[in-house]
């Protein structure tokens, strides 16, 4: 089968759509199956083989976050020749009420086409500004898949129509086994993975938690990897204990994975705005004694605390008094890691990727997918 994908946020910049998409074009190419996906890049971002760029993006504040976005002419122009030279069986859009590539492909396309939506907002309400140029491109979809109940809901009440729930996958085995960064296989750490500024990833709560955590703790020990201003991070940490903090920045995709096997917990306190939780997949693939906030997304996939414990969402005393109770249990521990280890094998992409092909036969046509040319 020849699928297109299209990818709505710059490929060069981490985030957990582009994951997906990664991940899921690398297991339908591992299938059999010719895969091609255009993105927003950067002029001179290395790119895989089946990749292609849409041109660079531009920062739009969306989501609680900042989402790097391309539309317009000369984007517009791009995706209609991608979409006419690259003759799919189907065409997958991801995220295509973000105004950016997935918008500009319905509209350049016309036949198969599903649309996977990502996003969980409960004040969506650019949505309704704009739903009547939404729907011009969104009644050209024929399969909609949401990745969790958030997204599935968001869809249901700002969009309108159903879509079929698969979750968002995780290459299992590539987090399975990994040696510790140097000099982080001793003592107690507490890790931390996502964007350092962006508020709704919680990282101020755990900052808050750590400093109430530390004078007790002389072993206790933060690691943060990811994006964002080092300095702004260590502000906010008094300065006799800023030597226990750990600023990885940008991490490569091994050194992320060496990262989850590097710490006793993994905490994600993010405030909201999650639909899934990539990041905890991840950790739970490394076999990780999770800390998460109690938001939906969260616990559906912690199995309600069954695959990692969880605290009160915001607050700083209730994560402090959980880390502080797993760093005291290596049995509960070493308990939640093989729940987390056993659980997270239904969303590993074998599983996730058949689920996806399953929607693409439903609409799949022999006439494949044309350029629109009447739009």
């Not at 797993?326 to 056993?342: G, M, T, V, Y």
Request: glycine residues 8%; aromatic residues 6%; hydrophobic residues 45%.
């Amino acid at each position: 089968m020849r699928i297109g994908i299209v990818c709505p946020y710059t490929w060069d910049v981490p985030g957990g759509v582009q994951a997906h998409i990664r991940d899921l074009a690398e297991a339908l190419i591992e299938e059999g199956h010719q895969v091609s996906v255009i993105a927003p890049a950067s002029e001179n971002a290395p790119l895989p083989a089946y990749v292609t760029s849409v041109g660079r993006a531009v920062p739009v504040p969306f989501n609680g976050s900042v989402a790097r976005l391309s539309f317009g002419f000369l984007s517009a122009n791009r995706v209609r020749r991608w979409v006419r030279e690259g003759r799919f069986d189907v065409l997958h859009v991801h995220e295509p009420a973000v105004p950016s590539v997935g918008l500009l492909a319905c509209w350049a396309a016309k036949g198969p086409i599903v649309a996977t939506f990502h996003t969980s907002h409960e004040r969506y309400r650019s949505l309704s500004v704009t739903t009547p140029v939404l729907m011009s491109a969104l009644e050209k979809v024929s399969g909609r898949i949401a990745v969790s109940d958030a997204a599935r809901k968001t869809l249901v009440e700002f969009i309108g129509g159903d879509a079929v729930l698969i979750p968002n996958g995780v290459a299992v085995g590539r987090y399975a086994h990994a040696e510790p960064l140097p000099g982080w296989d001793e003592g107690e750490v507490i890790g931390f993975l996502g964007r350092m500024d962006e508020p709704r990833k919680g990282l101020a709560v755990l900052l808050e938690a750590f400093v109430a955590l530390a004078p007790e703790r002389p072993g206790l020990r933060l690691l943060i990897a990811g994006p964002g201003d080092a300095e702004e991070v260590l502000e906010r940490v008094p300065a006799r204990f800023r030597d226990r903090v750990g600023l990885l920045g940008m991490v490569s995709e091994e050194d992320k994975v060496r990262a989850y096997h590097s710490v006793d917990v993994f905490c994600a306190p993010n405030l909201g705005g999650e639909s899934f939780g990539i990041v905890l997949t991840e950790a739970m693939s490394a076999g990780a004694a999770i800390l998460a906030s109690d938001i939906p997304a969260f616990r559906k996939v912690l199995d309600e605390g069954q695959a990692g414990a969880l605290f009160e969402t915001g607050n700083a005393v209730s994560l402090a008094r959980e880390a502080a109770a797993l760093l005291d249990d290596p049995r509960r521990r070493a308990k939640l890691s093989d729940e987390a280890r056993q659980a997270v094998w239904k969303y590993d992409w074998s599983t996730v990727a058949r689920d996806v092909l399953r929607v693409y036969e439903t609409v799949a046509v022999a006439a494949g997918v044309e350029e629109d040319e009447a739009r």
